[in-house]
């Protein structure tokens, strides 16, 4: 069963930067769009970031000109650099990537911004 693993959170002060990496255990062909989610206390699960198989990308509002998706297919690997975190940005933050009929999921890294 292919999992998805995410890296890079961690704990940052108010006006840090983090990047988030997410790649798959192992390889997956066809893969289509490319996002990052995030559920912070309390909330419910919202989309950060999506990038299409052409590398069209779309934000959040909250997260526009702060929030930079990126991908490398020859490694199946899908960034989000974050800068100018704040401490609404706190979450888990998940990946997720989408192929014919099925999407996977990553089991969700924390990121706390606190200073």
């Known amino acids: 069963q292919v999992q998805l693993v995410e890296s890079g959170g961690g704990l940052v002060q108010p006006g840090g930067s983090l990047r988030l990496s997410c790649a798959p255990s192992?390889?997956?062909?066809?893969?289509?769009?490319m996002a990052w989610y995030r559920q912070g206390p309390g909330k419910q699960r919202e989309l950060v970031a999506h990038?299409?198989?052409?590398?069209?990308?779309n934000y959040a509002d909250s997260v526009k000109d702060r929030f930079t998706i990126s991908r490398d297919n020859a490694k199946n690997t899908v960034y989000l650099e974050m800068n100018s975190l704040k401490p609404e940005d706190t979450a888990v933050y998940y990946c997720t990537m989408v192929v014919p009929y099925q999407a996977y999921w990553g089991p969700g890294t924390q990121v706390t911004v606190s200073s």
């Open positions: 990038i299409t198989g052409t590398d069209i990308t």
């Open positions: 192992e390889t997956i062909f066809s893969v289509g769009a």
